[in-house]
């Protein structure tokens, strides 16, 4: 723990610098760097895809977690193929998975091969190749990459619920979208703030799907801080420049943390 905070010590303290990462002499310029961040038209790019990309992220793999996990309820056959199924993208490395995406929505990827042969030839575009599908291919890749986890959290939630409650509904003659409203979802929101907080944070640590995909372009439109962060600090060396995004990152990551927690603490207390 304490080579943590020495760590994010160590990291404020080179956001003060003007600094390649290998100059023996850095040059401090004290509040430069993050005076020069608030006014980087990239910096407020990225950030933008960030909320974006979380709000649809998020919204998407609760509503397929929930129906996916209600369905594996219901006592389906082979319900333990369909778990694994419905799992096995969360195990897959995004490096390996990152050419296959590539390669399926390329402009003469297996995508647009399959819109062809259904007659939706004239939908066929390079998706990955420009600023207005690259960003929703990114989200739709992390959506079927951690729906997975959300299903099994909400599966494992679900289990918990007291089944007498939803008898007790049916026999007053509650059906089924009424018994999941009233009985199960309300169940189900601290799985659902937990959820919030990790995909929030994982959206501002957002690195590998975007980077391997579409290296943050065309024209930064799958920008991230993460990988804003790498293209400054690695492929730029401007070291103290991006150190002074990643305080802005832990920054913007605790507050996003504090603020969910409040808002599922008073959502709670007027239960």
């Known amino acids: 723990m304490g080579l943590i905070y020495y760590c994010i010590g160590y990291t404020g303290y080179i956001s003060t610098l003007n600094w390649d990462g290998a100059s023996p002499e850095p040059l401090s310029v004290g509040t430069k760097n993050y005076t020069n961040i608030f006014g ?22 609760t509503a397929l977690g929930v129906v996916f996990a209600v369905i594996m309820h219901s006592r389906i056959k082979l319900a333990v193929l369909y778990k694994v199924i419905v799992f096995v993208p969360v195990v897959l490395a995004p490096a390996i998975m990152a050419p296959v995406f590539r390669q399926i929505f390329a402009a003469n990827g297996q995508f647009n091969w399959v819109l062809d042969h259904l007659g939706l030839g004239f939908l066929s575009q390079p998706w990955i190749g420009q600023e207005s599908t690259s960003l929703p291919v990114i989200m739709a890749i992390t959506i079927w990459q951690w729906t997975g986890l959300t299903f099994v959290l909400y599966y494992a939630a679900m289990s918990q619920i007291d089944q007498s409650l939803i008898e007790a509904a049916r026999i007053d003659g509650a059906g089924n979208l009424r018994v999941l409203w009233s009985i199960i979802w309300p169940n189900l929101r601290g799985t659902t703030v937990s959820l919030g907080i990790l995909s929030a944070i994982g959206a501002l640590k957002t690195f590998d799907i975007p980077w391997l995909v579409t ?29 002074a995004l990643s305080i802005i990152l832990l920054v913007v990551a605790l507050v996003m943390a504090i603020i969910l927690q409040i808002v599922a603490r008073e959502r709670t207390g007027k239960r």
Do not use: C, E
Not at 40 to 61: G, M, N, R, Y
């Open 215 to 243: 290296i943050a372009g065309p024209n930064n439109s799958t920008q991230f801080l993460g990988t804003y962060i790498y293209q400054m600090t690695i492929q730029l060396a401007h070291v103290g420049y991006g150190a």
């Open 40 to 61: 980087d038209p990239v910096f407020w790019k990225a950030i933008t895809h960030t909320v974006l990309f979380f709000v649809v992220t998020f919204v998407v793999q």
